[in-house]
Nanobody
């Protein structure tokens, strides 16, 4: 059973940067799609970015010009670089994996989740 662990969240001023890490253990997710979502209280999890097993990358509209996703299959790790952060980016960020070939943007399509890492952007 694959387990995902996120790290790298924290408090940053608007305009700042953070690099989130998602490490897989207990199995391999290297050939599977992996994505990042974020969630704020009272709202559903929102797709941020994802990468397929064949290294095709997908971004939400709000992320495509500021965030960058990368993946190292050998390390079974993905990184989400958050640049030019805004207060509205404040959320818990989760990584997720699924068995399959596509990169869905809906949270219920993923069956493995990390515990999340808090990102807080002050104005």
């Amino acid at each position: 059973q694959v387990q995902l662990v996120e790290s790298g969240g924290g408090l940053v001023e608007a305009g700042g940067t953070l690099r989130l890490t998602c490490e897989a253990s207990g199995g391999t997710s290297s050939g599977f799609p992996m994505s990042w979502f974020r969630q704020t209280p009272g709202k559903e999890r929102e797709f941020v970015a994802g990468v397929s097993g064949k290294f095709s990358y997908y971004y939400s509209d709000f992320a495509k010009d500021r965030f960058a996703l990368s993946r190292d299959r050998a390390k079974d790790t993905t990184w989400l670089q958050l640049n030019r952060l805004k207060p509205e980016d404040t959320a818990v960020y989760y990584c997720a994996a699924r068995v399959g070939n596509t990169v869905p943007t809906t949270a219920n399509a993923y069956d493995t989740w990390g515990q999340g890492t808090q990102v807080t952007v002050s104005s």
